[in-house]
């Protein structure tokens, strides 16, 4: 798939999971337990509203990252508002009046939206928490004016030749000292086309794995401290993935069947139950069997400007 693809399908597929939310087909239950087996704790996803957790992380970033209530923090593709909202409650935990800021960044409008109303119902203070529509590889914020970059998932997203760049983006807005903490899907080996190009399996978070040499790479020719960058395998199971890779519109670049669907409006171009002869019969189809296992590991991954 080429760059433009990739960001479409990705984009038109995580709106519908935010439009699903936001119309209350969440499972949430199933998102509670993903994020619990991901190191969330019940009193972080307590806290939360309804909505916020889409059972999307394969991780849990802020754990170990050490946040302050003074320091500003920006949060990579920021989905639901997950992340963000369980920042901000670390820092109100440290300090009823925090003096940081929380920025959640997210390619997605519909994604935005959502996370806005999400934290509206969090009854946070005013401006603790803002969310901005951009890619992750162009942040409308001045340089050296970030303490602390966590990301949950999303760098794996992105196309293989903007990666580079996203990384030169972490390094421009971190103050020297800044830090990064970042959760994502990491290839074992190089992967085979057929798994590069599904496109399901791409929204499942798996197709767009890069290689710990890689993002090791990646972070040196940004300009970080070569001794500072830590990768740690969670060995985590990531079957769980699977169901992420079998959702409605994951395989469809439309997120609006209109042509395709029979009867399910809600459901992608390559789902089972609606897919006509003559629907995406050169679309990748969903990857659901394959062992994610085999393949990519959950890592938590640090590092300092």
């Not at 806290?47 to 849990?60: I, K, Q, V, Y």
């Not at 990646?218 to 060995?235: C, L, P, R, Y």
């Not at 669907?261 to 171009?269: F, L, P, R, V, Y």
């Amino acid at each position: 798939m080429n760059s433009t693809t990739v960001y479409e399908t990705v984009n038109n597929t995580y709106s519908l999971i935010a439009s699903n939310a936001e119309a209350g087909k969440a499972e949430e239950g199933k998102n509670s337990q993903i994020a619990s087996s991901f190191g969330y704790s019940a009193e972080e996803l307590a806290s939360l509203p309804s909505g916020t957790n889409l059972g999307l992380s394969c991780g849990n970033p802020l754990a170990t990252a050490n946040l302050k209530p003074d320091e500003t923090l920006v949060d990579l593709g920021s989905g639901g508002g997950l992340d963000c909202l369980v920042a901000a409650r670390q820092m109100l935990k440290a300090d009823s009046s925090p003096s940081g800021k929380v920025f959640g960044i997210d390619r997605s409008e519909t994604m935005v939206a959502l996370a806005q109303r999400n934290a509206g119902k969090a009854n946070l203070p005013d401006g603790l928490v803002q969310f901005i529509q951009a890619p992750i590889s162009e942040i409308p914020l001045q340089s050296s004016t970030v303490d602390l970059i966590v990301s949950n998932c999303v760098i794996n997203l992105v196309p293989d030749e903007d990666k580079p760049i996203v990384f030169k983006e972490m390094h421009r807005l971190l103050k020297p000292g800044g830090r990064v903490a970042v959760s994502d899907l990491l290839a074992k080996t190089q992967m085979p086309d057929h798994i590069r190009q599904d496109a399901a399996l791409l929204c499942g978070c798996l197709a767009g794995a890069s290689l710990v040499e890689e993002y090791q790479r990646w972070f040196e020719e940004a300009g970080f401290q070569k001794e500072s960058i830590v990768f740690v395998n969670t060995e985590k199971d990531l079957n769980v993935y699977q169901e992420l890779a079998g959702r409605d519109g994951c395989c469809a670049v439309e997120p609006e069947p209109v042509a395709c669907a029979t009867e399910k409006k809600s459901a992608g171009c390559c789902s089972k139950d609606t897919q006509p002869k003559s629907c995406g019969a050169d679309k990748p189809q969903s990857g659901g069997k394959v062992d994610f296992n085999e393949w990519v590991a959950s890592y938590q991954i640090y590092a300092v400007k």
